[in-house]
């Protein structure tokens, strides 16, 4: 009897433990079926695009009279942010740790005047264009005539830091000094105290700036915008493989070309439309 009671304790036993073990057999097969969240799904998810911007590049991203951020790049990131069912959120940063910080994880994408360069397709990836922007010179009256911003021989030249007119300065040099600033807002202040000779940054942001800054009738546009093809185009940087983040935000850009949005946006902070307005 007490022999009968143990074989009968312990086919209990092992029936328990089978039970156990074809359970956590099915938990991992359901755990390995499970596909992980994209960063598409993680925007979804948490109900917000959470974008990188600088704050201090007007007319893409600044500080309004009331100190509230606005600008092209946050008109154009509150609209795409709708397209996708969120709301948009911003973080401010100095540009040289924007596309660091998007790298890390702290943003879903950056918009902030992003131009397109070698470097950083390395470490990011981007949308179609949703602006154009070739380089231009931009001096203080009276001081220099240049025929564009490959016209910088023996000169002082002030470039926002990290962004892609600092590399085009580079690559084109000759220059006396190449200084670098967080934004043209520092740029312009040392252009017109004579501490350089020229900026050289986008076409639209210095045409801004004529129209908007208190100093504007003090500048110009010297000589001819420089094209540089790929490099002239504004882009939304997003974190490496990210495939269906990029597709989601390639189909709003699209959307709101057609629907007028583009060229609506661009007449009022610009004066004017961009050439791939229909692509």
Known sequence: MLKRSKNKFISIIMMITFILLLSACGQT?????????????EVKDRGELIIGTTGDYRPFTYLDDQNKLTGYDIEWANAIAKKLGVKAKFETGEFTGLIPGLSKGRFDVVMSSVHINDERKKSVDFSDAYAMDGAVALVKKGTKSLAGPEDIKGLTVGVNAGSNWEKLVESIGGYKEMKTYPGPNESIA????????????????????????????????????????????????IKKDSPELVEALNKAIKELKEDGTYDKLAQKYFGMTFSDSKK
């Open 29 to 41: 097969e359901k755990a390995e079926d499970k596909k992980p969240a994209t960063a598409l799904d």
């Open 190 to 237: 040392d252009l017109m105290n004579e501490r350089i000779d020229v900026v050289v940054m986008g076409e639209a942001a210095a045409g801004s700036y004529i129209l908007n800054s208190p100093d504007g009738d003090k500048i110009e546009i010297s000589g001819k915008p420089l094209d540089q093809g790929e490099a002239s185009v504004i882009s939304i940087a």
